[in-house]
């Protein structure tokens, strides 16, 4: 019981940023730092945020289908992961879409934070994303699929 | 990509739509879905030219609108000067805060003999290049706190 309530609040927090009128405020961010503050404005996110962990796969299959699809939704579900403490799938996840250089515009800086953040690194935000494709890249070669 | 540096020789990070790390420009529906949330956030500013991803306002306040920069820390540090706000003139750029956060350049078009601002010009991320009043942007941009003049 207490499951499927946890699952219904995880979905009905997505749901409530999930309508474009809501996500498209992202649109109006110039940077990184901006688009940070925009998301955790919206409804839903802060539910996400203080769910936490549990939420985290919900955030990551979220993440997975709107990567290559929306950049706003990606968005959302980056600034969740840079909030909700994961384990070692985040950074694995993340590997790849970096190395291949999927994610673009705010979400490439972004998605390089979350990603080297979960392996401890932290980098001026100048490097970032250079450092961040090339830690994938290296990531990648140590642990091949 | 061309390097943009300020005059201290620091190179500033910035991106060219569509090549990595920037996005793809905005196509026809995204172009009317920005000006429908410009309209929303503020129904009295009046568009100078079209939604695009080309650039944001940091890139049209400090770069002539060469590209998306979304660190612009390295210009304030080497080439500009902070002022009250209150000694505003044309040609200055107002700073919107969020707490500590970064949130929005505009470019000063008009001021009162008395230091009032009157109008401003400034691209709302993706949305178009607008022209507004001091307190005419979207509210998430926070507050307009820092003045910043270019050093002679």
Not at chain 1, 1 to 16: K, S
Not at chain 2, 91 to 97: E, G, K, L, N
Not at chain 2, 99 to 124: N, P, R
């Amino acid at each position: 019981m207490e499951n499927t309530d946890l699952t219904a609040r995880i979905q009905a927090a997505i749901d409530r940023f999930s309508d474009r009128e809501v996500y498209g405020e992202l649109m109006l961010a110039s940077s990184p730092a901006a688009a940070k503050k925009i998301a955790e404005s919206l409804p839903g996110v802060k539910d996400l945020v203080a769910i936490g962990p549990d939420a985290g796969p919900a955030v990551q299959d979220l993440l997975n289908r709107e990567a290559t699809n929306d950049n706003q939704l990606t968005t959302i579900a980056l600034y969740l992961l840079s909030r909700i403490p994961t384990d070692t799938r985040t950074t694995d996840s993340l590997a790849r879409p970096l190395a291949s250089q999927q994610f673009t515009g705010i979400n490439a800086e972004l998605a390089g934070e979350v990603f080297l953040n979960s392996l401890g690194q932290d980098v001026n935000q100048e490097d970032r994303y250079t450092t961040a494709v090339r830690e994938a890249k290296k990531r990648i070669e140590q642990n091949p699929p | 990509m061309t390097t943009i540096r300020t005059t201290q020789g620091r190179a500033v990070t910035h991106c060219h739509v569509p090549h990595s790390p920037c996005t793809r420009e905005l196509n026809a529906d995204e172009v009317e879905f920005c000006r429908r949330k410009a309209r929303q956030h503020n129904p009295d500013a009046v568009e100078i030219s079209q939604p695009t991803s080309i650039y944001n306002c940091h890139g049209f306040a400090y770069a002539e609108s060469h590209g998306w920069f979304s660190h612009p820390e390295r210009f304030f540090e080497d080439d500009f000067d902070e002022l009250p706000l209150e000694s505003a003139r044309e040609d200055d750029f107002v700073i919107y805060m969020d707490d500590e956060t970064l949130m929005h350049s505009a470019k000063i078009i008009q001021v009162t003999g008395d230091g009032e601002i009157l109008e401003l010009h400034s691209k709302w991320g993706h949305l178009a290049l607008l022209s507004h009043t001091l307190h005419g942007v979207p509210r998430i941009y926070g507050r307009p706190t820092h003045l910043v003049r270019r050093r002679e």
